[in-house]
């Protein structure tokens, strides 16, 4: 049973959310890059180049359109490029262009920054073990 004073955890993560946007909205917007996941999908693009809308709104579960929006963006802001899937004309695969590729490690920098920032008052054990209970209640939620 849940004691009653405790606050609710999705309050607590819906609080961490908007934290963790406006400091990330805050941090990229000299480089073009604006809110709703975008640095979310350029690190995927990065990381696997030629992965699919399709494929990418699978993995990070997002829907269709925010996926769209994003990718949009970032192709306007010369982050990445289409090229049409040779198995299946009708699909582009996603790919990052050199610009992507160079602000590649200043995006993982903010990124770390923002997580030194969030654990800065834990010892590394308890980083280590908050990181291993939100998996778990990730978990949960995709079961809901």
């Known amino acids: ?28 917007l000299p480089y073009g890059i604006g809110s709703g996941g975008q640095h979310i999908f350029l690190k995927l693009i990065v990381n696997r180049p030629g992965i699919t809308q399709d ?51 200043v995006l993982q920098s903010i990124l770390a920054d923002l997580d030194s920032k969030l654990t800065l008052e834990l010892t590394g054990e308890e980083a280590d073990q908050l990181i291993a209970l939100l998996q778990k209640v990730n978990k949960n939620s995709e079961k809901l």
Do not use: C, H, W
């Open 55 to 105: 494929q990418m709104t699978n993995e990070m579960k997002f829907d269709k359109a925010t996926t769209a929006r994003s990718v949009k963006k970032l192709e306007e802001a010369g982050y990445i490029e289409r090229r049409t899937d040779p198995k299946d004309r009708r699909s582009s695969l996603l790919y990052p262009t050199p610009k992507a590729v160079k602000f590649a490690p």
């Open 1 to 28: 049973m849940l004691n009653s004073n405790r606050e609710p955890i999705g309050k607590l993560i819906s609080q961490l959310y908007r934290q963790n946007q406006k400091f990330l909205v805050k941090e990229l």
